[in-house]
C-alpha cells in the first residue's frame, strides 16, 4: 500500500476521484473484499486439497466472468473463445474430480457422510476454491466495468485498501494472531507482495482498462501447470501429479491457447 499510495501522489492519479460517483466508490470498495475473500478461500481450500485440483478449480472462473460479460458489460466472447474456456474448465474439472480418492463415486459417499474423510476433505477444499474462482470472478468483472472511466492508480488504491482491511478483518474474526513473523516468513509475504501482487494484480488491473474481463482473466489459466510443476520440484511439497491431473492439465493449457489466440 506504501508504494501504490506514492504511485498516487506522484502521478497525481487521485485527481480521478472528482469524476466517481457514490456507487463507483461502493463497486470498488467491493471489488477489494472478493479479492481479500478470493485469497482467503483459495490459501484456505490448500490445507484440504491438492495444489493442482485448488488452482485448477480456481480458474473456474472464466466461464462465470465470459457469462456476466454478456450480460452485464455487454462484451461476448466469440463462438471460438466460448470453446476454449469450455474445453480449460472441463480441463479444470476432471483434476478436481481426480483429486478425490475413488474419483467420482467417492463424492457421494463424501456429501452423505459416508467413509472416506479423505474424500470429504478433498471435497471440501475443492468447494473453496471454487469460492475462490465466484469471488475472483467478481473482481475482475468490477475492474473491467470501472477501469473505463478510471485510471489505474486511484483505482487500485481503493481496491487494494479495501483488501486489505477486509483481510485484517479476517484474521479478527478467525481468531488470528497479528504477532510479528519470523524473517523467514516476512521475505515470503514481501515477495508475495512485490511479485503476484503489485506486479501480476495491477499489471491485470492495468490491462482491464483495454481489454474484456474475460479475456484478461484468461492469462491466470496457465497456474495450473506452473503450480503443478512447483509442487512436484519443490522439497517441502514434493506432490507428483497424477494421470487424472496431468490430462486435465493438458485440456486446460489446450482450452487456454484456443481461447487467447486472435
Same mark, same amino acid.
Given at each position: 500500500?506504501?508504494?501504490? +499510495?506514492?504511485?498516487?501522489?506522484?502521478?497525481? !492519479?487521485w485527481r $480521478?476521484?472528482? @469524476?466517481?460517483?457514490?456507487?463507483?466508490?461502493? #463497486? =470498488?470498495?467491493?471489488a477489494?473484499?472478493?479479492l481479500?475473500?478470493?485469497?482467503?478461500?483459495?490459501?484456505?481450500?490448500?490445507?484440504?486439497?491438492?495444489?493442482?485440483?485448488?488452482?485448477?478449480?480456481?480458474?473456474?472462473?472464466?466461464?462465470?466472468?465470459?457469462?456476466v460479460?454478456?450480460l452485464?458489460?455487454?462484451?461476448?466472447?466469440?463462438?471460438?473463445?466460448?470453446?476454449?474456456?469450455?474445453?480449460?474448465?472441463?480441463g479444470?474439472?476432471?483434476?478436481?474430480?481426480?483429486d478425490?480418492?475413488?474419483?467420482?463415486? +467417492?463424492i457421494?459417499?463424501?456429501?452423505?457422510g !459416508?467413509?472416506? $474423510?479423505?474424500? @470429504?476433505?478433498?471435497?471440501?477444499g475443492?468447494? #473453496? =476454491?471454487l469460492?475462490?474462482?465466484?469471488?475472483a470472478a467478481?473482481?475482475?468483472?468490477?475492474?473491467?466495468?470501472?477501469?473505463?472511466?478510471?485510471?489505474?492508480?486511484?483505482?487500485?488504491?481503493?481496491?487494494?485498501?479495501?483488501?486489505?482491511l477486509?483481510c485484517l478483518?479476517?484474521?479478527?474474526v478467525?481468531?488470528?494472531?497479528?504477532?510479528?513473523?519470523?524473517?523467514?516468513?516476512?521475505?515470503?509475504?514481501?515477495?508475495?507482495?512485490?511479485?503476484?501482487?503489485?506486479l501480476?494484480?495491477?499489471?491485470?488491473?492495468? +490491462?482491464?482498462?483495454?481489454?474484456p474481463?474475460?479475456v484478461?482473466?484468461?492469462?491466470?489459466?496457465?497456474?495450473?501447470?506452473?503450480?503443478? #510443476?512447483?509442487?512436484?520440484?519443490?522439497?517441502?511439497?514434493?506432490?507428483?501429479?497424477?494421470?487424472?491431473?496431468?490430462?486435465?492439465?493438458v485440456?486446460?493449457?489446450?482450452?487456454?491457447?484456443?481461447?487467447?489466440?486472435?
Amino acid at each position: 500500500m506504501v508504494i501504490v +499510495a506514492i504511485a498516487l501522489v506522484v502521478t497525481r !492519479g487521485w485527481r $480521478g476521484y472528482a @469524476r466517481l460517483q457514490p456507487r463507483d466508490y461502493g #463497486l =470498488a470498495a467491493g471489488a477489494g473484499v472478493l479479492l481479500a475473500l478470493h485469497f482467503w478461500s483459495w490459501n484456505a481450500s490448500l490445507r484440504y486439497t491438492s495444489v493442482a485440483a485448488s488452482v485448477a478449480l480456481v480458474n473456474m472462473q472464466p466461464v462465470l466472468i465470459a457469462t456476466v460479460s454478456a450480460l452485464w458489460l455487454r462484451e461476448p466472447p466469440s463462438r471460438r473463445q466460448w470453446g476454449g474456456i469450455s474445453l480449460a474448465v472441463l480441463g479444470a474439472l476432471i483434476v478436481g474430480v481426480a483429486d478425490v480418492p475413488g474419483g467420482v463415486m +467417492a463424492i457421494g459417499p463424501a456429501l452423505l457422510g !459416508g467413509e472416506g $474423510g479423505d474424500s @470429504r476433505r478433498a471435497l471440501f477444499g475443492d468447494l #473453496l =476454491a471454487l469460492l475462490g474462482a465466484a469471488t475472483a470472478a467478481g473482481y475482475y468483472l468490477i475492474g473491467r466495468r470501472i477501469r473505463q472511466f478510471l485510471d489505474l492508480w486511484p483505482y487500485v488504491a481503493l481496491v487494494y485498501g479495501a483488501a486489505l482491511l477486509t483481510c485484517l478483518l479476517l484474521v479478527v474474526v478467525t481468531g488470528q494472531s497479528l504477532a510479528p513473523q519470523p524473517p523467514k516468513e516476512l521475505l515470503i509475504f514481501a515477495g508475495l507482495a512485490v511479485g503476484p501482487m503489485l506486479l501480476g494484480h495491477t499489471g491485470m488491473n492495468w +490491462a482491464l482498462g483495454h481489454l474484456p474481463a474475460f479475456v484478461v482473466n484468461l492469462t491466470t489459466l496457465g497456474e495450473p501447470i506452473g503450480a503443478t #510443476l512447483l509442487a512436484a520440484l519443490l522439497p517441502g511439497i514434493a506432490e507428483v501429479p497424477g494421470f487424472g491431473t496431468i490430462a486435465g492439465g493438458v485440456l486446460v493449457l489446450t482450452g487456454v491457447l484456443l481461447a487467447a489466440r486472435k
